[in-house]
């Protein structure tokens, strides 16, 4: 459905532009900072009951959190503007971020984790929306995969520190969230609300369009297929190679640097191609690369995996964002990006909890491969019977 009572959009200016996706790098660093740090944690809390599920709960709780939050934030950033609601999620963000500073026992840290997942909540929908508002339809594509190449970058960045700090200490990843006080400060100064026209309750009734539930349940599906890869991936380099956190960060690393490389890319790739064309080949790009993980005797076998995985990473965001914005009235955008996000988040949740039956009864490679066939799965299912999705399904 198309608004076409809203307000025309114009080029956003540079400076907007780069707050908004700096604010958007922090959503991906929520989660990849402290992957390094994920077996020194363990060890910390050894003694603390069921400490091996918990402390990767460390990392995917947010998950819970942006499930319950994202949609009631979606809701009243319509009333008070995204640029507020985006100002005080920063602020959720860096105190929830930062308290694993010095907080010491894991279910205060879970707190703080669950602190975190709101604002990350608030940052994802009111970032990319505003992102739509301020460019015209034609440099959506562009700003978009801009917007995804800013995750990937961010996720090099906070993985390459992140496994730095955690050689330190455990605790050491965790001051990477301080990083969100200057992009609160350049989103007070550069970011400013577009005024959307909205016919009765369009801003709430949009996002639950029928075929718009197929995207949710995509996104939900894409993220629980490859966040085995942050989750799992540490204690599986570390038992088939001995990778350290360091090593383990850099290796992680270079899949968001492909990331960043797929999203430079994005408006080449989109043009031609339908959205369905773009799922199905990032939904392949995760079974190819976690098959390789999965089977890898060595690190340099699993580093290529992982590489393979980075292109499904890569087109994800931009393709799904994409395909929601194209999909709605302007007016819901935020509405329908805040539940695309709880159900991206959902899956974070629910990956290391699906996933640990699985290691226990098989091991850490067959459950990668079980991953693997997941993502065949959905790419075939696409394939067959995509076109049902939401429209519009042509390249722009």
Do not use: K
């Not at 935020?334 to 996000?341: K, S």
């Not at 290391?352 to 459950?367: K, T, W």
Request: charged share 10%; aromatic share 6%; with cysteine.
């Amino acid at each position: 459905m198309t608004d076409t009572t809203a307000a025309p959009v114009r080029r956003g200016p540079r400076a907007l532009l780069a707050a908004l996706l700096g604010a958007s790098t922090m959503t991906i660093m929520a989660s990849a900072t402290i992957t390094p740090a994920l077996p020194g944690m363990a060890e910390h809390f050894a003694a603390t009951p069921h400490a091996g599920v918990l402390v990767r709960l460390v990392l995917t709780l947010p998950g819970l959190a942006i499930l319950l939050s994202a949609p009631v934030i979606g809701r009243v950033s319509v009333r008070a503007g995204r640029v507020r609601v985006l100002a005080a999620c920063l602020v959720l963000y860096v105190v929830g971020g930062g308290s694993g500073l010095v907080l010491n026992s894991l279910p205060a840290l879970l707190a703080g984790r669950a602190v975190l997942g709101v604002g990350i909540a608030g940052i994802m929908a009111t970032s990319t929306a505003p992102l739509a508002d301020h460019h015209p339809p034609a440099e959506h594509g562009r700003v978009l995969g801009l917007q995804g190449a800013a995750m990937g970058f961010g996720g090099v960045v906070s993985l390459l520190l992140g496994g730095l700090l955690a050689s330190l200490s455990w605790r050491g990843p965790f001051a990477v969230y301080l990083l969100g006080v200057p992009l609160l400060v350049l989103v007070l100064r550069y970011v400013s609300d577009v005024p959307v026209a909205t016919t009765g309750r369009t801003a709430t009734t949009g996002a639950w369009q029928p075929r718009l539930l197929g995207l949710y349940a995509l996104v939900f599906l894409g993220i629980l297929v490859f966040y085995v890869v942050p989750t799992q991936a540490p204690f599986w380099l570390g038992q088939i190679g001995g990778a350290g956190p360091a090593l383990t960060g850099a290796m992680l690393a270079a899949l968001n640097l492909v990331m960043t490389v797929v999203g430079l890319s994005f408006r080449r790739l989109r043009e031609g191609r339908s959205f369905r064309v773009l799922a199905i080949s990032l939904f392949a790009a995760y079974a190819a690369g976690l098959v390789v993980l999965g089977l890898a005797g060595s690190l340099w076998v699993a580093g290529l995996g992982i590489l393979v995985v980075g292109l499904g990473v890569g087109l994800q965001n931009p393709t799904f964002n994409g395909w929601v914005v194209a999909s709605v009235a302007p007016a819901a955008r935020t509405a329908a990006l805040g539940l695309l996000t709880s159900a991206m988040f959902l899956a974070q949740f629910l990956s290391p909890l699906l996933a640990q039956p699985v290691i226990d009864a098989v091991g850490l490679g067959p459950m990668f491969l079980c991953s693997a066939a997941l993502g065949a799965f959905v790419a075939l299912l696409l394939l067959v019977a995509g076109s049902r999705l939401a429209q519009p399904d042509r390249a722009a």
